[in-house]
């Protein structure tokens, strides 16, 4: 998964869809290509440089919340981190917890570095039930880093535990 960015929707298309906070102030009038694209992927990055995160839906209204971390907020008081965050089942892998993923071993990443397997239990899915994962990868076009290295939609994966959380993690402040 990723962040969406409102300037990658270049279109001439009407901003018609208003992001509400909690309270159900504006917080921005978008187009409802990127509104959708938010809703789904759960953070966006404004071209006015305000990164918005999904926070609750209050009668069938999505709500939304600015986000002082520059990708996005995973769960608790976690920032996102491309390539570094995933969203777990919390019941199967607990928040907080440092994982080993042996398929992105050796991955080559945005920054020409290769990775070395290890990731960070960072984030909740609606989506991710039991042993799922979602690997975060920041922006939309470098998820062909993953399909690069042989890493397909719904692949299984190889995650190990290598530390429990501890109660110092972000995952646990909010």
Same mark, same amino acid.
């Given at each position: 998964?990723?962040?969406?960015?409102?300037?990658?929707?270049?279109?001439?298309? =009407?901003?018609?869809?208003?992001? /509400? *906070?909690? &309270?159900?102030?504006? !917080?921005?009038? %978008?187009?409802?290509?990127?509104?959708?694209?938010?809703?789904?992927?759960?953070?966006?990055?404004?071209?006015?440089?305000?990164?918005?995160?999904?926070?609750?839906?209050?009668?069938?209204?999505?709500?939304?919340?600015?986000?002082?971390?520059?990708?996005?907020?995973?769960?608790?008081?976690?920032?996102?981190? =491309?390539?570094?965050?995933?969203? /777990? *089942?919390? &019941?199967?892998?607990? !928040?907080?917890? %440092?994982?080993?993923?042996?398929?992105?071993?050796?991955?080559?990443?945005?920054?020409?570095?290769?990775?070395?397997?290890?990731?960070?239990?960072?984030?909740?899915?609606?989506?991710?039930?039991?042993?799922?994962?979602?690997?975060?990868?920041?922006?939309?076009?470098?998820?062909?880093?993953?399909?690069?290295?042989?890493?397909?939609?719904?692949?299984?994966?190889?995650?190990?535990?290598?530390?429990?959380?501890?109660?110092?993690?972000?995952?646990?402040?909010?």
């Amino acid at each position: 998964y990723y962040t969406i960015f409102e300037s990658d929707f270049t279109r001439r298309q =009407p901003r018609n869809r208003n992001v /509400v *906070d909690s &309270r159900g102030r504006t !917080l921005s009038r %978008v187009t409802s290509e990127f509104f959708n694209g938010l809703v789904l992927e759960g953070s966006g990055k404004l071209v006015d440089g305000r990164v918005l995160n999904y926070h609750t839906n209050i009668g069938g209204t999505h709500r939304f919340l600015v986000s002082p971390h520059p990708w996005g907020n995973g769960a608790g008081d976690c920032g996102l981190k =491309p390539f570094r965050t995933i969203a /777990v *089942d919390r &019941r199967v892998i607990p !928040l907080g917890a %440092v994982v080993y993923i042996d398929e992105t071993v050796g991955m080559i990443l945005p920054d020409g570095s290769h990775h070395d397997g290890r990731w960070r239990a960072d984030d909740v899915g609606g989506a991710i039930d039991h042993d799922r994962v979602d690997l975060y990868v920041g922006k939309r076009n470098w998820n062909s880093f993953l399909s690069a290295h042989g890493i397909r939609h719904l692949q299984p994966l190889r995650v190990r535990i290598l530390r429990q959380p501890d109660g110092e993690s972000c995952a646990y402040r909010a």
